[in-house]
């Protein structure tokens, strides 16, 4: 991949309030190859923490904005990406992500984007009827794509079409980053034996050791998210996250519900998590 050198092809996947810095930052030290941010608006005006040189997924409907944002942010990121993946709710009612059928106006934003970046550019899609004419379009502007093969309507349920990624990596004329299903390294050394890349998603959640370092705690990702200033709600949610999969969980979690400052949540979790 031009401009880009990897020490792996195992990445971390695009997941919303997950892919905060510090735990970007958590997976990258733990062996992921690249870490994607979560879906941010060129028109947003939130403050964006680059430190691990992730690659930068926007969401977007229109162009609007999409130059003087990438200018402001180019040199901190790996390379871009482009979504139109996002099943949810919000992207429902407001038309991006896997909604944004309109492939003039995918043309025009994929057309954008390249124009105002050197550096690695894909688009994240999903399993639709779509799906081969974006393809089409992102080997006119894009340097690779990555594809999750399940449907719109199956959100995160159900399994990953792993028949449907091997034709589309089939028919791609660009590499291919495989997403879906992909829950250790293991599993994701066994991808990359039929795609170019492969990323771990909700394997990672709570996990940042799945990319292959040694265990990180809780603990670690508050002592990295100290520098971020990261707010008291998103801590919360962290820990739920790093409480998963550990004895006695759900209790735990319930009772992180109820915190409300970061002393008690420090307090409690000191001999938890």
Same mark, same amino acid.
């Given at each position: 991949?031009?401009?880009?050198?990897?020490?792996?092809?195992?990445?971390?996947?695009?997941?919303?309030?997950?892919?905060?810095?510090?735990?970007?930052?958590?997976?990258?030290?733990?062996?992921?190859?690249?870490?994607?941010?979560?879906?941010?608006?060129?028109?947003?005006?939130?403050?964006?923490?680059?430190?691990?040189?992730? #690659?930068?997924?926007?969401?977007?409907?229109?162009? +609007?904005?999409? @130059? !003087?944002?990438? *200018?402001?942010? $180019?040199?901190?990121?790996?390379?871009?990406?482009?979504?139109?993946?996002?099943?949810?709710?919000?992207?429902?009612?407001?038309?991006?992500?896997?909604?944004?059928?309109?492939?003039?106006?995918?043309?025009?934003?994929?057309?954008?984007?390249?124009?105002?970046?050197?550096?690695?550019?894909?688009?994240?899609?999903?399993?639709?009827?779509?799906?081969?004419?974006?393809?089409?379009?992102?080997?006119?502007?894009?340097?690779?794509?990555?594809?999750?093969?399940?449907?719109?309507?199956?959100?995160?349920?159900?399994?990953?079409?792993?028949?449907?990624?091997?034709?589309?990596?089939?028919?791609?004329?660009?590499?291919? #980053?495989?997403?879906?299903?992909?829950?250790?390294? +293991?599993?994701? @050394? !066994?991808?990359? *034996?039929?795609? $170019?890349?492969?990323?771990?998603?909700?394997?990672?959640?709570?996990?940042?050791?799945?990319?292959?370092?040694?265990?990180?705690?809780?603990?670690?990702?508050?002592?990295?998210?100290?520098?971020?200033?990261?707010?008291?709600?998103?801590?919360?949610?962290?820990?739920?996250?790093?409480?998963?999969?550990?004895?006695?969980?759900?209790?735990?979690?319930?009772?992180?519900?109820?915190?409300?400052?970061?002393?008690?949540?420090?307090?409690?979790?000191?001999?938890?998590?």
């Amino acid at each position: 991949m031009k401009n880009l050198k990897l020490k792996n092809k195992i990445f971390l996947a695009p997941m919303e309030e997950i892919n905060d810095v510090a735990f970007r930052l958590l997976c990258k030290d733990a062996g992921a190859g690249l870490t994607w941010t979560g879906m941010i608006h060129p028109r947003g005006k939130q403050e964006i923490d680059l430190d691990d040189k992730p #690659i930068l997924q926007l969401f977007c409907t229109s162009t +609007e904005g999409i @130059k !003087e944002f990438m *200018k402001k942010h $180019d040199l901190k990121v790996s390379g871009w990406d482009f979504n139109l993946g996002c099943p949810a709710k919000t992207a429902k009612k407001h038309g991006f992500g896997s909604y944004l059928k309109d492939l003039e106006v995918i043309e025009e934003i994929m057309k954008t984007i390249r124009a105002s970046t050197k550096k690695p550019f894909s688009v994240k899609i999903r399993k639709s009827k779509d799906a081969f004419k974006i393809l089409k379009l992102a080997e006119k502007y894009c340097d690779w794509i990555c594809v999750h093969p399940r449907t719109q309507g199956q959100g995160y349920g159900g399994e990953a079409d792993l028949n449907y990624g091997l034709e589309f990596k089939k028919k791609s004329k660009i590499p291919v #980053i495989y997403s879906g299903d992909v829950k250790n390294l +293991e599993e994701a @050394k !066994e991808r990359l *034996k039929q795609f $170019d890349y492969v990323m771990i998603g909700r394997g990672a959640i709570g996990i940042p050791s799945v990319f292959g370092g040694e265990k990180k705690s809780f603990k670690d990702y508050l002592e990295v998210a100290k520098k971020y200033k990261l707010p008291f709600r998103q801590l919360k949610f962290q820990a739920m996250s790093f409480s998963k999969g550990i004895r006695g969980g759900a209790e735990i979690r319930r009772n992180i519900a109820k915190m409300k400052s970061l002393k008690e949540l420090r307090d409690y979790l000191n001999s938890k998590i």
